[in-house]
Nanobody, 123 residues
Framework: QVQLVESGGGLVQAGGSLRLSCAAS????????MRWFRQAPGKEREFVAS????????TYADSVKGRFTIARNNAKTTVYLQMNSLKPEDTAVYYC????????????????WGQGTQVTVSS
């Protein structure tokens, strides 16, 4: 019921920056929080960051804390992930997802999901 489209991925050198965007449409009234996950080759999908849609409360994985920032636009139609000081370990497909009330935040369950955008960090 919520459609999500990620953009902004690409190839970047270690230490560089990228900003990912996720545009939401459809029944956005149902969104409690927006989340970013990533999945590296051969690994399970893992939590990156979340932001509550009403209050803007943020949560970050320890691996990205201090380097990544999640934010939303004023219209509450887009969530961003500003990624600084990128490392090769950040290479993954990045997905945005909604969370409804009662959905877990840090596990890749529930909500609606985008198709993902590839981030590759070279060394």
């Amino acid at each position: 019921q919520v459609q999500l489209v990620e953009s902004g991925g690409g190839l970047v050198q270690a230490g560089g920056s990228l900003r990912l965007s996720c545009a939401a449409s459809g029944r956005t009234l149902s969104i409690y929080a927006m989340r970013w996950f990533r999945q590296a080759p051969g690994k399970e999908r893992e939590f990156v960051a979340s932001i509550s849609w009403s209050g803007g409360t943020t949560t970050y994985a320890d691996s990205v804390k201090g380097r990544f920032t999640i934010a939303r636009n004023n219209a509450k139609t887009t969530v961003y992930l500003q990624m600084n000081s990128l490392k090769p370990e950040d290479t993954a497909v990045y997905y945005c997802a909604t969370a409804r009330v009662g959905d877990p935040l840090v596990t890749p369950l529930g909500g609606s999901w985008g198709q993902g955008t590839q981030v590759t960090v070279s060394s």
